[in-house]
Each structure stands twice: as structure tokens, then as C-alpha cells.
């Protein structure tokens, strides 16, 4: 289920943020209802990374930094749990 698979929601969250198309100058005479989204957002991957945390797991403010602490040791812990297969 790609919406609840760890790997699935970073891949698409480093996509948007490194794949350049939410940075690009769009022509102000663009129709509005084919302009690409302008925003990363990521809320099916802040929903998965916080589902079992009591702070994270609410929309309320947290703190950044606690919060890329936590997103860390998520990814260490996937990497022990779910390896890349040899190549």
C-alpha cells in the first residue's frame, strides 16, 4: 500500500523537493487550470512518519528540530528493517 510504505512516501517527498518543477517561472498568461502545483505537500509523508508518535502524530505546531531528529531515526530504523537488495 504505497500510501502507508515508508520508502514509497520519502521517494516521492525528495522527488518534489529535488526534482526542480515546483521552482520553475511559469508565464503569467498560463491558464490557471494547467498551472503545476507550486508547493511540496507533504502530508500522507507527515502523516506516516508521525502515526505512532503522541506529538507528531497531531496537526498541532512541533518543533523542527525535534521533528528531523525523529524523521532520522525513522530512516535508520527502515534501513535495519528493510534493506536495499545487493546489486
Same mark, same amino acid.
Given at each position: ?10 521517494? #516521492? ?11 520553475? +517561472? &511559469? ?5 490557471? =487550470? ?20 503522541? +506529538?507528531?502524530?497531531? #496537526?498541532?505546531?512541533?518543533? =523542527? =528540530? +525535534?521533528?528531523? +531528529?525523529?524523521? &532520522?531515526?525513522?530512516?535508520? #530504523? ?8 545487493? =546489486?
Amino acid at each position: 500500500d504505497p500510501v502507508h510504505d515508508f520508502n514509497t512516501q520519502t521517494a #516521492k517527498l525528495g522527488y518534489g523537493l529535488l526534482s526542480g518543477l515546483y521552482s520553475r +517561472e &511559469i508565464p503569467a498568461d498560463l491558464d490557471p =487550470a494547467l498551472r503545476p502545483p507550486m508547493t511540496v505537500r507533504p502530508q500522507m509523508f507527515r502523516s506516516l512518519i508521525g502515526r505512532d508518535h503522541p +506529538e507528531f502524530g497531531t #496537526k498541532r505546531q512541533q518543533d =523542527a =528540530a +525535534e521533528f528531523l +531528529e525523529f524523521f &532520522i531515526d525513522q530512516v535508520h #530504523k527502515h534501513c535495519l528493517t528493510d534493506p536495499t537488495p545487493d =546489486a
